[in-house]
């Protein structure tokens, strides 16, 4: 029995409800010898700024238990670079394209997504009001009126879909939601990392040369899942629910939590196929419990 | 299947025959090993150098110690279970120089002795006539174990151990400065081109070197790398035109003058 596995994050039609996540997949063409993009749900690509940036020097990343700590620094050639060098491949592929988009002002948002939409070089704009590693605490998604301006600065300059990606180091994520929705957000993806650090006992030093990095994998799963529930009962648009989702039955979990669609993370750098192979495995789990489509278990956890 | 290369060390054969036809010496394979017991506990690929290749058998091995869960994981494999790998991984890896007067000389150390191995035998294949000398530190000695071939070769030995006990007293560099500085006897005036793999510590002080005698010197970068393949962005070294370089898609061999050491 066939099973609809297609969702729709605002306009953007996915054809499963799985995603690379942004910062675990590159720019798609690194796995081109492995990885068939047109078989994944969307194709979420790493930040991508204004200018180019250098990113943070190394050590960048460690592994923690079930997780590993990150302050790569956003480094990315700039969106022109992207535009020019990254989205010809892309485009060889019929799947949708989100492009993460991080800034340090309202301006520098607005900018970049301006120049996608002209270009076409996205299919929805995930705006990263949330990457714990460049903004020395300040995220936008830490406040709800500050959210509320990144996004209506970016509704203002395009008609793709916005996606608010929300941080989880904050109090209560949920009326940073409900802001996100109002100031006219499309959808919600949530976790971006956990902010932490990690000690070198022998050498006693950081780990990482940032001190602080943000953690992901299954350490933060727990985390995610609790974000997402509490989130899909404040918000009525879709959300994308992601953090150590590593197989089909974590990302189940994730749409029983009220997720409409899931990135598979961390897991890439692990097995590139794995966004590919998670959606087959939810498709395994909606025909082998009865279900047609997967709307049928969106939020569905008792 | 693995044998026990000496205590604490393992050399594990895979059979593949694509890895050992692409391989190349400084290619990586990114290894996935866990048992249900230690399950999620570590969940990144760890990278290993290649060490040997036999193309017509299309069999392959590394060296490993136990380490974390999955060394641990594969110290405990048998023969016919299955080894879930990426590879052979690498952008850059170790380029013979062309020359065939050229004395090839490899400074290794730890982990760093078996691409150079492969190296060496690589250059040999290719020129039974050609000048190779492997210098490597006492402490790695004992991961020669697991290979006799070099010496069958014609590849000269020379290991450097603190206290002279072995071969030359002191360290690597103290092994290799003889070759460098002219009037240079034992290489009969030939140009010297030095490949390095090891601790960072002795690469740099062996790229110093080389730069002070003006000698070319390519070096394997080991930084940790969390996927392998270029998509985290996680393995970078600084390269010194101030840009950051993926180790595991960019290098990890670099020519000594275009990494920076931190």
């Known amino acids: 029995m066939a099973v609809n596995l297609a969702v729709k994050i605002g306009s953007m039609v996915m054809r499963t409800p799985v995603t690379t996540g942004s910062g675990t997949f590159g720019f798609g063409s690194e796995t081109k010898d492995l990885v068939d993009l047109s078989k994944l749900g969307a194709v979420c690509v790493k930040a991508t700024t204004r200018e180019r940036r250098l990113g943070n020097p190394p050590a960048r990343m460690c592994e923690t238990a079930s997780g590993v700590l990150n302050a790569i620094g956003l480094q990315n050639g700039g969106i022109e670079n992207y535009i020019l060098e990254k989205l010809p491949y892309l485009r060889q592929f019929d799947v949708p394209i989100i492009v993460n988009v991080p800034g340090e002002n309202p301006e520098d948002f607005a900018y970049v997504a301006r120049r996608l939409t002209e270009t076409g070089g996205a299919d929805a704009i995930e705006l990263n009001i949330s990457c714990p590693n460049v903004s020395h605490g300040l995220d936008y998604a830490t406040q709800p009126h500050l959210t509320a301006e990144i996004i209506a600065a970016v509704k203002a300059v395009t008609h793709l879909p916005i996606i608010a990606k929300l941080s989880p180091n904050v109090t209560d994520i949920r009326p940073i939601a409900k802001a996100a929705e109002d100031a006219g957000a499309d959808a919600i993806s949530l976790i971006n990392t956990v902010i932490g650090t990690a000690i070198d006992a022998r050498k006693r030093t950081f780990k990482l040369a940032n001190k602080t990095g943000g953690l992901s994998g299954p350490a933060i799963k727990p985390i995610a899942l609790l974000a997402v529930y509490r989130v899909a009962q404040t918000v009525h648009i879709p959300i994308i629910g992601m953090g150590g989702i590593m197989n089909a039955t974590d990302a189940v979990e994730f749409i029983l939590a009220g997720a409409t669609a899931v990135a598979a993370g961390t897991v890439s750098f692990v097995n590139p196929l794995a966004a590919i192979e998670i959606a087959d495995g939810i498709a395994d789990y909606l025909t082998q419990n009865g279900f047609t489509d997967v709307h049928d278990i969106i939020g569905a956890v008792q | ?262």
């Open chain 2, 1 to 262: 299947m693995q044998a026990l290369a000496a205590p604490g060390h393992f050399v594990l054969t895979f059979d593949d025959p694509e890895t050992a036809r692409d391989a190349r010496p400084g290619h990586f394979i990114a290894v996935a090993a866990t048992t249900p017991a230690n399950a999620g506990s570590s969940i990144l690929r760890k990278p290993f150098s290649i060490f040997t290749v036999d193309r017509e058998a299309g069999l392959c091995t590394i060296l490993f110690s136990v380490y974390g869960p999955t060394t641990s994981t594969m110290a405990l494999y048998k023969p016919g279970d299955k080894l879930d790998f990426l590879g052979p991984l690498g952008g850059r890896v170790f380029e013979a120089d062309p020359h065939s007067d050229v004395h090839h000389v490899m400074v290794g150390g730890g982990y760093g002795v078996p691409p150079l191995n492969f190296l060496a035998k690589t250059i040999k294949a290719a020129n039974p006539n050609a000048k190779v000398t492997l210098i490597y530190g006492a402490r790695s000695a004992n991961l020669l174990v697991g290979d006799d071939g070099l010496r069958e070769a014609g590849v000269e030995i020379i290991s450097c151990t603190d206290d002279g006990s072995l071969g030359v007293k002191g360290r690597v560099t103290d092994g290799l400065s003889p070759l460098l500085a002219p009037p240079a006897p034992d290489n009969g005036g030939a140009s010297v081109h030095v490949y390095t793999c090891g601790p960072t510590p002795m690469m740099r002080a062996v790229a110093e070197l080389c730069t002070a005698h003006n000698k070319p010197c390519q070096v394997s970068m080991e930084t940790p790398m969390p996927c392998g393949i270029g998509i985290c962005v996680g393995c970078v070294l600084k390269k010194a035109d101030g840009t950051f370089s993926r180790t595991c898609t960019d290098g990890p061999v670099y020519p000594a003058t275009e990494v920076t050491w931190q």
